[in-house]
C-alpha cells in the first residue's frame, strides 16, 4: 500500500516536497519512483531511486529541479520539486516495483495520487 500526500497549489517558481509512505514492501521490490499525468496527457516517468537510497534517476523534463529520496526508518520516500513551471500541473503518482519495472512504469503498486497545481 501507498499513500501520497503534500500537493497543493503553488506559484510558478515556488517549491513544494511530496511524500509517500509505503507498507508492505518486500525485499527487491521496494524501488521507488514518482509518476505524473498532466492534463491531456499519458502518465510519465519523473525519478527513481533503489531501495538503499545511494541511487537516482530522473527524466530530462525535471533534471535539476526535482530530487528524489528516501528513509527507510519511517517507510517515507519523498520528491522535492523545485522552480515549478506550470507545466508541472498534474497528478503526482508514487509507485513500487523492481527497478526495471518501475522504469518500464509497470511498478506493482501504485499510490492513489495527489495533486499539484502551478498557477499564479
Known amino acids: 500500500h501507498l499513500e501520497e500526500s503534500g500537493g497543493g497549489l503553488v506559484l510558478p517558481g515556488g517549491s513544494l516536497r511530496l511524500s509517500c509512505v509505503s507498507s508492505?514492501?518486500?525485499?527487491?521490490?521496494?524501488?521507488m519512483g514518482w509518476f505524473r499525468q498532466s492534463p491531456g496527457k499519458e502518465r510519465e516517468f519523473l525519478a527513481v531511486i533503489n531501495w538503499r537510497g545511494t541511487s537516482t534517476f530522473y527524466a530530462d523534463s525535471v533534471k535539476g529541479r526535482f530530487t528524489i529520496a528516501r528513509a527507510n526508518a519511517n517507510d517515507t520516500t519523498y520528491l522535492y520539486l523545485d522552480s515549478l513551471k506550470p507545466e508541472d500541473t498534474g497528478v503526482y503518482y508514487c509507485a513500487r516495483g523492481t527497478g526495471p519495472d518501475v522504469l518500464a512504469g509497470i511498478p506493482r503498486s501504485w499510490g492513489q495520487g495527489t495533486q499539484v497545481t502551478v498557477s499564479s
Open positions: 508492505g514492501a518486500n525485499g527487491v521490490i521496494n524501488t
